[in-house]
């Protein structure tokens, strides 16, 4: 007869060995994972069975649009769903395209050079780490992310990674540096 011995799982250490790593999802992925660590399986008390329809709040910014009225229903759609979609923003297509192309530079990174943007200090002006609430939520989200502050004060460019320093402009196709 062959005993069997479940090992007890520890959630906090396979949290911290993984986001000691630096590597995040895309490292998971890289590494050849073949089954979904269990840091991201949402425990059966937070799941649910029923599914929401709803549609997304739109935000337009369009001219003739009264501004008040604009703050009121972003405060409103923050408040209810977290999120919504802007429209007539102004922000020219060719920007956030080359915004989308930095995004794809700097997660096509070998690894080695992500790690050095890898923090959970949220006070640098450039943040790259997986999922921001990693030892707070019930379980983590398959995702990587980076976010930097660009006002009041906006990064050096030696705090950016070199893939996310370029932006396309509208003005003669000139890229500038931040």
Request: net charge neutral; proline share 6%; charged share 30%.
């Amino acid at each position: 007869m062959e005993i069997v011995r479940e090992t007890k799982y520890n959630r906090a250490e396979e949290l911290k060995s993984f986001d000691e790593t630096k590597a995040g999802v895309k490292g998971l992925v890289d590494s050849g994972v073949e089954k979904i660590p269990r840091i991201f399986h949402l425990p059966k008390e937070y799941s649910t069975n029923t599914t929401a329809n709803f549609d997304i709040p739109v935000i337009d910014l369009g001219q003739g649009v009264d501004q008040k009225e604009s703050v009121e229903k972003i405060r409103h759609a923050s408040e209810k769903y977290g999120f919504f979609q802007v429209v007539n923003h102004g922000i020219p297509v060719c920007v956030l395209e080359e915004m989308l192309c930095g995004i794809r530079r700097f997660n096509e990174l070998d690894a080695e050079a992500k790690k050095l943007y890898y923090t959970r200090d949220v006070t640098r002006k450039f943040v790259y780490n997986s999922n921001f609430d990693l030892y707070s939520a019930p379980a983590a989200n398959w995702r990587d992310t980076f976010f930097s502050y660009m006002a009041p004060n906006p990064p050096k460019p030696q705090e950016l990674p070199a893939s996310c320093r370029y932006v396309r402009t509208l003005n003669n196709f000139k890229s500038i540096e931040f």
